[in-house]
């Protein structure tokens, strides 16, 4: 965070005027969702929000709704749509639009983005979070940030460090390698302290290594305060700190949570940064500058988003242009997986009749998945979508082909009539995949994308692979839609099905977003921010590592080698590999240049749009150094450009990689380390498409 002598100046010139009391009162929380103030200094209670795609109806003080307010806002795509897109710029827009809402209703703390790395399939928080890949996920989070905190609303990084999976979050204890840790999980917080500048960053429910990650010595102060230089505030998730002297110690600013115990009378001042501090201060067991400098990161954040001055922008709430931000992510976060024999677009004017089959075809997700729940303005359905687009000229009938019941098994009398309305229909689309928990129910019996679960499997609840089968066989002409906030098991239907779309959570325009791509009015561009195994077995959390590990323990023997580092290092075939998505057009990679000019090389390429419509393409280089000490993975993203070219256009591209991208970090020597040597450039539309290879030697 970036400081000045003034603000710093004023900043101590408050602390000397509070009291022990008061400053202790800051360092926890005074309500669910809110810090404790100094009315008498003019300091406030610093208020957060839930929502990392959306400001939440949030529960006013203490899990009590907000009466009297405006709280249907702006239902976003969600966070791995969001990375679908490979778009840094929408990713400000995106947080722009939380920024704006999060002032409207009085929101001081956006908690958001999460980043944790998709290490396995079942992680029911993928869909918030972004990426397997640290350098896609360090690109994205900085414009999600910095769109937020130019708003004036600070931006809460989360969960720091290591927090992959929900089944036994509150206590695990995650042990990995140095460099796993250094390459994989922390790129993305780095990058939104060291670039993003994020004013706040909450640490995780699970231990790391034997300590409490909240208050963990090596990842606070030694890595996060030290190392990085983080200036800002780190608080706590809810209730996840768990000893008062580490919490005091081990960089912990703030200490959230609720304290449902001692509901509806909750007493704040009993948590572990609560009254015990200030006996501690007094018997001289702690001395107070080490509270002095927590209460100076909360007011550094106060002052940079001036709550104390008051100078605060208005915001606005649920506007046209947040819901063309929406739109506009998840036309470009949908990501066309299959198109055998160009089944898509469909073309409106020639077809007569469609089938539309799925729950999740008239299924509103925004309300789903814990934490994340926004309460959307409206939300436009898959079905309601397609209805609009089409008009009436198309008679459209619906069918809802299973129920969704935990443990459900396949319904032959709704199959049969899904497969009857398929039949008769000149195509049919299935909408289907995973579900949210509902409702307020974090824990809902039909979460599957939600927080504090995780799926038991990669198999398609409700009985979907016998639906699907089903109307394949009914109409050949069939596509797919999947929601969901990430793979699921496809082998029994995948060969048999022309057209495959991947649709996420993609918030309040979704369903427009989704029929505009099916019937051509927007020529798709998202691609697979994480791997599509074809089975479970086949992800390498679960084939070298362990998952969920056992009741105190879980050891990430899988390494580097998270998503397609591990699938090209081991030679294991996806269903659908990272970076891969399709389009209406074609586009064809030439004349690739490598030079290079000290530790920084250059790459430039042209890339051609030879097809017949306007589209995007992402177009992806990736780095395999030759030979190392260490052992390195097949290659790694280093650079990515999206292009956006018309018929017959060529774009020159030109990108530049510095020495970081090509460095390793070597946990013998305890340092990042760039090995001279050979190293190939790599250059395509995804991890298995790379139509170009350079070479260029440091």
Not at 352 to 366: C, D, E, F, L, M
Not at 371 to 385: D, H, M, N, R
Not at 600 to 625: D, P, R, W
Not at 633 to 658: H, I, N, R, S
Request: proline share 4%; net charge neutral.
């Amino acid at each position: 965070m970036q400081t000045n002598a003034s603000v710093e100046a004023k900043i101590e010139a408050l602390i000397k005027q509070l009291t022990l009391e008061e400053k202790v009162k800051m360092i926890h929380a005074s309500s669910s969702f809110t810090t404790g103030g100094v009315p008498r200094l003019g300091i406030p209670e610093m208020v957060t929000s839930d929502g990392p795609h959306g400001v939440r109806p949030e529960h006013g003080r203490d899990w009590n709704l907000d009466q009297n307010v405006y709280d249907s806002g702006t239902y976003l795509p969600v966070g791995v749509c969001l990375a679908a897109t490979w778009n840094p710029k929408l990713g400000y827009s995106f947080g722009s639009v939380l920024g704006s809402e999060a002032n409207f209703r009085g929101k001081d703390v956006i908690l958001g983005p999460g980043i944790n790395i998709i290490r396995s399939p079942l992680n029911g928080r993928n869909f918030e979070y972004q990426s397997e890949d640290p350098y896609l996920v360090s690109k994205m989070v900085v414009g999600y940030i910095k769109g937020v905190q130019d708003q004036g609303i600070s931006a809460c990084v989360k969960h720091y460090a290591a927090n992959n999976q929900e089944t036994r979050r509150f206590w695990v204890n995650v042990n990995m390698s140095e460099r796993a840790l250094r390459e994989i999980y922390l790129p993305g917080f780095k990058a939104a302290v060291q670039e993003g500048d994020v004013n706040t960053l909450m640490g995780s429910y699970n231990k790391f290594r034997g300590q409490w990650a909240t208050h963990n010595a090596y990842l606070m102060n030694q890595i996060l305060k030290t190392e990085w230089g983080f200036k800002g505030l780190v608080m706590s998730d809810w209730n996840a700190v768990h000893n008062t002297m580490e919490a005091i110690w081990n960089g912990t600013d703030l200490e959230m949570g609720t304290d449902l115990g001692m509901l509806p009378n909750p007493n704040y001042g009993k948590f572990f940064l609560g009254d015990t501090v200030v006996t501690m201060v007094k018997a001289g067991q702690v001395p107070e500058y080490v509270i002095d400098e927590k209460v100076r990161r909360i007011l550094r954040v106060m002052f940079k988003t001036n709550m104390i001055d008051g100078k605060r922008k208005k915001g606005e709430y649920n506007v046209k242009t947040h819901q063309q931000t929406a739109a506009q992510v998840a036309e470009e976060g949908i990501v066309l997986l299959k198109n055998e024999n160009n089944i898509l677009p469909f073309n409106k004017s020639k077809l007569k009749s469609i089938a539309v089959i799925g729950v999740n075809a008239t299924r509103p997700q925004s309300m789903g998945g814990g934490s994340s729940q926004v309460k959307a303005f409206y939300e436009v359905t898959p079905l309601q979508g397609i209805q609009k687009l089409v008009g009436s000229g198309v008679n459209i009938t619906y069918a809802p082909g299973y129920t969704i019941t935990r443990g459900g098994t396949a319904d032959q009398l709704s199959i049969n009539k899904a497969a009857e309305a398929a039949k008769n229909a000149d195509v049919a689309i299935v909408v289907g995949g995973w579900t949210h928990g509902y409702n307020y129910s974090v824990w809902s019996d039909n979460a599957y994308d939600a927080e504090d679960t995780d799926k038991p499997d990669m198999q398609m609840p409700f009985g979907q692979d016998e639906l699907i089968k089903a109307v394949l066989a009914a109409n050949s002409n069939t596509v797919v839609v999947l929601m969901g906030g990430g793979p699921i098991d496809m082998t029994q239907w995948v060969d048999q099905t022309k057209g495959i779309l991947q649709a996420w959570y993609p918030g309040m325009e979704g369903g427009n977003a989704l029929a505009k791509i099916l019937f051509g009015q927007v020529n798709p561009s998202g691609k697979l921010p994480m791997t599509f195994p074809k089975k479970l077995e086949d992800a390498p959390a679960h084939k070298l590592g362990q998952y969920p590990g056992d009741s105190v323990n879980v050891y990430y023997y899988d390494d580097i080698y998270v998503g397609y580092r591990y699938y090209d290092t081991y030679k294991v075939d996806p269903q659908f590999a990272f970076g891969h998505g399709l389009s209406y057009t074609q586009f064809e990679y030439s004349n690739l240049k490598v030079q290079g000019t000290g530790k920084n090389v250059t790459v430039s390429f042209t890339i051609k749009n030879t097809g017949k419509l306007a589209g995007s393409e992402v177009a992806q280089v990736y780095v395999h150094q030759q030979k190392s000490l260490l052992p390195r993975p097949e290659k790694e993203l280093k650079a990515f450009d999206k292009v956006m070219l018309q018929p017959g256009q060529q774009k020159t591209v030109t990108l530049t990689l510095k020495e970081d991208a090509f460095q390793y970090y070597n946990d013998m020597q305890h340092k990042w380390v760039l090995e001279p040597g050979t190293f190939d450039i790599l250059v395509g539309g995804s991890s298995k498409e790379l139509k170009l290879n350079g070479k260029v030697t440091l």
